[in-house]
């Protein structure tokens, strides 16, 4: 499927036209039909961002932002899948959690390297923060992929050497370590002192974008769904769908009709980054793409357009 088969007319029909239409006639038929969709649509996305090219695409080991973009981009699109099929399944919806929380921080990243976090976002700038936007001299989005890059690598390091020899692969820790070396020259040439993005960037770069007014549902989300990952949220997961009210059963419809809604949201805003940064030229065609296709809903960007 490529984005010229994903056309208003088709996503758009009454049987599709939003998970709302689907769950108030109870058409289960009607809303995996809908979940499909969502899937070719995905795929179109997938296309716009490769810059038309069919297939996997790649790049060098080190070109960047290509290579931070498309490493966030290969899982993103395997847990937006996962997701859809998690939501299709009443018995299995809930765990479409997890899927959001995944890709709730691949686009906390994908923003720091399309528009860069700002040393005045934080209350306390320590020695090693990798900070910055394009108003700091250098702080090019190649500088700032780079950065996600090496603090990936060096999490990497770090927990490779937190477990027992016997279980990493022989040449694992060998070839981690080449990589981190041949990033940190390349981090260090390019004229940042920090030692790397992690996951602790995610939350304060979730946040400037909701004090900023952009996509601030994707902050409050996160902070809910790490609840869940961490098993941190009491009492959940009770459900009425068979008549009996019962903790762990199928989900309810609106349950669904959410997760679905949280996947969409977040997955085609992560998409719309990868294009912003790759594809800058395409990032109007690829609203009016998405937008067009999902009739019914009202989607905010990132990068603030609407």
Known sequence: MTAEDIRPERLSRPAAASADSAYKAHDE???????????????A???????????????????????????????????????????????????????VRALLEALAHLCWIWFGEPATNRVQVKPGMCLGDEGVGGCTAERRAVCLALGMARVFSDNIAKVDANLVPEGTSAAVQERLDRLTEIHKKLGCTGTGRTWQDVRPMLALLKKQGRIPWA???????????????????WSSVTGVTMKGGPAEPE????????????????????????RPAETKRFREMVSGALTGWTLQWADGEK
């Open 255 to 278: 349950a669904r009709k959410l997760l679905a809604q949280w996947l969409v949201k977040t997955y085609f805003n992560f998409a719309y980054c990868c294009v912003g940064i790759l």
């Open 29 to 43: 038929a009607n809303f995996r039909r809908y979940l499909e969709d969502l899937k070719g649509l995905a795929l």
């Open 45 to 99: 996305a997938e296309e716009v961002i490769a810059g038309g090219q069919k297939g996997s695409f790649s790049a060098g080991k080190f070109d960047f932002p290509v290579n931070a973009v498309w490493d966030l981009k290969t899982p993103s699109t395997l847990h937006f899948m996962a997701g859809i099929e998690l939501v299709s399944d009443p018995r299995y919806a809930h765990a479409a959690d997890l899927m």
């Open 219 to 237: 902050h409050d989300l996160w902070v809910a769904e790490s609840g869940v990952a961490h098993g941190l949220i009491p009492d959940q997961y």
